[in-house]
């Protein structure tokens, strides 16, 4: 199984097109995403290409391949636009790997898990602590820290961080 994941769209249409043909790319099995799909956040600006309405249409159509994590910024009336369902947290296993899927904004235990993966910071993150692999990919639309606008890709074998824009591989973690 490969999973193609991202975070934090805030309604862009322009950055979750640009995912959305990533992901294509990637020949992934999953599009993941964790959080935030459509608000932009009373603290955020607009992102670029802010159009919430236009990026459910663009999502509803894949909605048999994605994993949809419920950000802080997801309101019920969302699903309303939405024809996928928004889970508070995914578990699942690629490989030998126990993986949990989080937005992240919220205290979760950890223990069980051999790799986290959340959003909501919008700074990409991929390191081992612990014997335990975090990562987080960022956000799409309004990335913070100078950070590109990355995705992250994780298979049975590793999981790599990878900018959106360029195509170019950041980091990788082989298991």
């Known amino acids: 199984m490969k ?3 991202i975070s934090d769209i805030h309604g862009s249409l322009l950055y979750a097109s640009k995912a959305v043909e990533s992901f294509k790319q990637s020949q992934a099995d999953y599009l993941v995403c964790l959080g935030d799909f459509y608000y932009h956040g009373p603290r955020n600006n607009l992102p670029e290409g802010y159009n919430p309405m236009e990026v459910s249409k663009l999502l509803n159509p ?9 950000g802080n910024c997801d309101a019920e009336v969302d699903q309303f636009i939405s ?4 889970s508070k947290r995914v578990s ?6 126990k993986i949990l899927l989080i937005h992240g904004h919220k205290e979760v235990d950890v223990s069980a898990y051999d790799i986290i993966i959340s959003g909501h910071t919008h700074i990409a993150l991929l ?3 612990n014997g335990k692999i975090y990562a987080n990919p960022g956000s799409i639309s309004l990335p913070k820290a100078d950070n590109s606008r990355d995705y992250i890709l994780l298979d049975e074998k590793s999981i790599s961080l990878h900018d959106m824009i360029s195509g170019n591989l950041l980091k990788t973690i082989a298991y």
């Open 3 to 5: 999973l193609f994941i």
């Open 62 to 70: 894949l909605k048999d391949s994605i994993i949809a994590i419920k």
């Open 83 to 86: 024809t996928f369902h928004l």
């Open 92 to 97: 699942l296993k690629v490989g030998k790997k």
């Open 127 to 129: 390191e081992e602590r």
